[in-house]
């Protein structure tokens, strides 16, 4: 018998080096749709069980039936690739002795959270987090989709890097507003940007700004009750909805307008999207991809659970063709089951996720508002009629005050995290690598920044004289920015989750700021 990986796989390989066999692949998370486990080599001791942070592994008799398909997933992975001994090199420990190292990081969400770990793990480092909002977690807690639970349980890692006498928790300061580049380089050895990628591409399509047509990044902003977007509205009065681009994204978007309302009312979405969704009229969700199933951007995992979504049927609009010889695995796994999806009939009176394949926006239509799609694939062109079209198409940064910005890709220019031509500044994250990756693809990513910073380190390139902490909070005070510190974050916490309790809800989040910081005890 042995242990299964299965869809709430974050990637964060925190499973790999525990298992006392090494079975565990790949290595490299990065390099692959989900981690995956041997099951010739698995010896069912169950340390990647007790590890993994989101409940993703499952011994492989306890597997939910949902998940049973990830056993033959996981053996499938290994038939490709033949389990080889890991030949990576052990870290050594690192320690900055009599010196002294202290680091800003920019951001609180999964990039900046890694790598303020693999910097507290160092001995002697000094970290000060930085986050805009009263809130830590970024699209842990704003973008993972309100039924993933167990994929937010990751945050879990990161209480003991809060809590280390080490870090100091800034919430609720905007650099740039209350800090600004230069006040972090004066107080610290180095700063690193963890600022994800806030702006949605463009289709550049006619019609595009009209209202009813939205990033789908805002839709799901609207649902978890991300105070940018809390005051967001969208129509949803018709009975199709149309997303363009087939990311995982695009299922979350899907998912939340089709779940079952008492379904979604267990889940923590914001009361104003669970009020509006309980009286959508929406009963089709169709997804347009400009490509075939085999190069979709979702992911197995997420593509296979749609087939458990109760009074949904999933649609595959389009012939599938034969997977090539050299298609890879994930690839052939999305054929696969997109020909399982094909094959079932329709269940009436059910609602519909509709795939449409080789598929691509030419227009969108209306005069003061979204009215229909103008499409064209393989058929020709068509018009798909619905008042509301989310463009799901990918992310892009935007440029941080005092640095260098590449505007093509959307990142800032570095080398292996450390920022082109600014001394002292780093990047991680999405703001480095482009918007790739789910939660635990930002775990490497930090690692290589913080080891490129470590070397500078070593090499004195960061050593100079920085203003110390007192400096710090005097220059915050004068400013008239009060931070809400770990235990402000814990008051809020608890305070969301007792409203959720009282109603069966994992929480209920505070929507505005001022009544977050109001929970903190920070008025």
Not at 288 to 317: N, T, Y
Not at 350 to 377: A, C, Q, W, Y
């Amino acid at each position: 018998m042995a242990y299964v990986i299965t869809q709430n796989c974050c990637k964060d390989a925190s499973c790999v080096p525990v298992c006392p066999v090494d079975c565990i692949r790949p290595v490299d998370a990065s390099a692959a749709d989900m981690l995956y486990i041997d099951p010739e080599a698995c010896i069912d001791c169950g340390a990647c069980f007790d590890e993994c942070p989101v409940d993703a592994i499952h011994y492989e008799e306890d597997l939910p039936p949902a998940q049973e398909r990830f056993r033959e997933i996981n053996a499938a992975y290994f038939e490709r690739h033949p389990l080889q001994p890991d030949t990576t090199p052990q870290r050594p420990s690192r320690s900055v002795g009599d010196g002294e190292l202290t680091v800003a990081i920019v951001g609180a969400g999964p990039a900046a959270c890694y790598a303020a770990a693999e910097l507290i793990a160092i001995d002697g480092v000094r970290v000060n987090l930085f986050e805009r909002l009263p809130t830590p977690f970024g699209l842990i807690r704003a973008g993972v989709a309100p039924d993933h639970q167990h994929s937010k349980s990751v945050v879990g890692l990161f209480d003991r890097v809060f809590t280390n006498p080490r870090f100091g928790c800034h919430l609720g300061v905007e650099i740039g507003r209350d800090l600004t580049h230069e006040d972090l380089l004066a107080h610290h050895h180095a700063v690193i940007y963890a600022v994800g990628a806030g702006a949605s591409r463009s289709l550049a399509v006619p019609g595009e700004q009209l209202p009813g047509s939205h990033p789908a990044a805002d839709f799901v902003g609207w649902y978890n009750g991300h105070p940018d977007h809390a005051e967001r509205c969208f129509a949803l009065d018709s009975e199709r909805v149309v997303i363009v681009g087939n990311g995982n994204v695009a299922l979350d978007a899907a998912r939340m307008m089709l779940l079952d309302p008492d379904a979604l009312g267990r889940t923590d979405i914001a009361d104003h999207a669970l009020t509006a969704l309980r009286d959508s009229a929406i009963r089709e969700v169709v997804i347009l991809g400009r490509r075939g199933v085999a190069d979709a951007a979702f992911s197995v995992g997420e593509f296979l659970a749609l087939g458990h979504l109760g009074g949904v049927d999933v649609v595959i609009d389009g012939p599938l063709p034969d997977p090539a010889d050299d298609t890879d695995l994930w690839a052939t796994l999305k054929l696969d089951i997109a020909r399982d999806f094909a094959a079932r009939p329709a269940t009436a009176g059910n609602k519909r996720i509709v795939f449409r394949f080789m598929t691509s926006p030419v227009e969108i239509l209306g005069d003061d508002h979204v009215t229909g799609l103008r499409v064209t694939g393989e058929g020709g062109d068509e018009v798909l009629e619905t008042s509301l079209v989310l463009r799901s198409i990918g992310y892009r940064g935007v440029p941080v005050p005092g640095l260098p910005f590449d505007d093509a890709a959307g990142v800032v220019p570095n080398e292996d995290g450390r920022v082109c031509d600014c001394p002292g500044s780093y990047v991680t994250g999405w703001i480095k690598r482009g918007p790739r990756g789910v939660i635990g693809s930002n775990r490497g990513c930090a690692e290589e920044t913080v080891d490129t910073l470590w070397r500078d380190h070593c090499a004195g390139a960061l050593a100079r004289e920085v203003a110390g902490a007192d400096s710090l909070q005097a220059l915050l005070s004068n400013n008239g920015t009060r931070p809400v510190d770990w235990s402000g974050w814990r008051a809020i916490d608890a305070a969301e989750r007792a409203r959720g309790a009282a109603t069966d809800r994992p929480r209920i989040k505070f929507i505005g700021i001022p009544e977050m910081r109001s929970a903190a005890g920070w008025t």
